[in-house]
């Protein structure tokens, strides 16, 4: 079982960055994908990154998003730009063929 830790989520205004952070505490990270929940909806899949570094984005974060990986920190991160209301929402790392538990999440809150 894999422990997975999130963190770096703040408040910000629209147009601002954050980078988020995905911290594995007992194993390698293989493949993880970020997931959000904004408010009163289902968590959907933001951007995944394979063991090789092959990346993928939903469409809304494409082009503003980044993710990434530091082997040797065996963390992912999550590089937020050019931040909209729209990107408000509890902010999780998962391995996308295993979902397993989920943790805290990291809350993101843009605002106008």
């Known amino acids: 079982q894999v422990q997975l830790v999130e963190s770096g989520g703040d408040s910000v205004q629209a147009g601002g960055s954050l980078r988020l952070s995905c911290t594995a505490g007992?194993?390698?990270?293989?493949?993880i994908g970020w997931y959000r929940q904004p408010p009163g909806k289902q968590r959907e899949l933001v951007a995944s990154i394979t063991n090789g570094g092959t990346t993928n984005y939903a469409d809304s974060v494409k082009g503003r998003f980044t993710i990434s990986r530091d082997n040797a920190k065996n963390t992912v991160y999550l590089q937020m730009n050019i931040l909209k209301p729209e990107d408000t929402a509890v902010y999780y790392c998962?391995?996308?063929?295993?979902?397993?538990?989920w943790g805290q999440g990291t809350q993101v809150t843009v605002s106008s």
């Open positions: 998962n391995d996308p063929w295993d979902w397993g538990s």
């Open positions: 007992n194993i390698r990270i293989q493949a």
